[in-house]
């Protein structure tokens, strides 16, 4: 074993030994970083591609194109008639302990089929590999034009690696600085592993339901909630609007109303108490008389004792007519 972070008195430290330390940190994959412009690829010619600045981890190894760079690499021309698929990879290579990356592009095999992409080495830097590519991109020819470019490569996520087992976290969830954690496996309620990504049931302070109505049937079995309990005792608007008021057709017959008068025509519904008129029409009206055209209703009211009915008419005609009028009228209930 030897010290990385500290003074020996003679130059100890290697690209392995942070290639190493970045391994760690980064993953032992391969990555553009979320920096600069992320090695965004831009046609300037049919022959011609700018790679602009970023940076790069493959195996714990750090390469960048500076802000405010770029690199530029040229493609082989197509041929009439013929598809091609070239790929820009990142090349490292050590030759002799002397290691560089460089931007690099594989030419793929002319076809007049589907093209494929050219080989590249895969090796692995940790292990003392001495060549190994990184794709970035990949580029379609179709015959003497580019057709376009497919990115290859992805963008490191800063909580790709940061990633713990249920086993792991199991006991340590904190609840408050009294209790501690709290066990993912406890059966007396709150979280358990089971529960995480599954259903809350009922016992637990769930709905035991995805959706909206299976709760309702998991809460209430499809029963009403009575009204002591601050529910309608139905389980339905029509159930409800039935349960709540009284609903009845009447008829008035027979209220005479003379020439040019304004009456109240009444109703007596034979039931005293408090009754709110909630809604009424009437179905039918017709009159008898030389004026029948001229009497007309113009409103309706409950009585303050709820016990009757009142409409009120008016005849603009020249002679006495004979009014029938059928209503229904709705009720609150008390």
Known sequence: MKIITGATGQAHVNAADDGAL???????SQFVLPIENQLEAEVIATTRIRIKSGDVMVH??????PHGTYDELTIDNGTSGYKRNDIIVCHYEETDGIESMV???LKGTPTTGAPKDPDVVEGNILNGDSVHEFPLYRVRLNGINLDGL??????????????????????????????????????SGGLTASRINGLIPIAQGGTGA???TDARKNLFDNKALPVAEGGTGVKSYEEYFYAAYYISDYVLDN?????????????NFGMAGPSILAGWYLSNATSSGKNVSNVHVYG?????????FVIKCINTGSSTAKVKAT??????RY
Request: glycine fraction near 8%.
């Open 103 to 105: 931007l690099k592009v």
């Open 22 to 28: 970045y391994a760690a940190l980064f993953g032992t």
């Open 300 to 308: 309706a009211y409950i009585n303050a004792n709820g016990d009757k």
């Open 210 to 212: 995805a959706t909206s």
């Open 60 to 65: 714990g190894r750090h390469a960048r194109i």
């Open 255 to 267: 209220q005479t109303i003379a020439a040019g008068e304004s009456k109240e025509l009444t109703y």
């Open 150 to 187: 497919d990115k290859l490569f992805s963008v490191w996520d800063a909580g790709t690696n940061h990633k713990h087992t249920m086993n792991q976290i199991d006991g340590s969830l904190p609840m408050d600085r009294v209790t501690g954690t709290l066990p993912l496996d406890r059966t």
């Open 327 to 332: 209503f229904r009228a709705f009720r609150v």
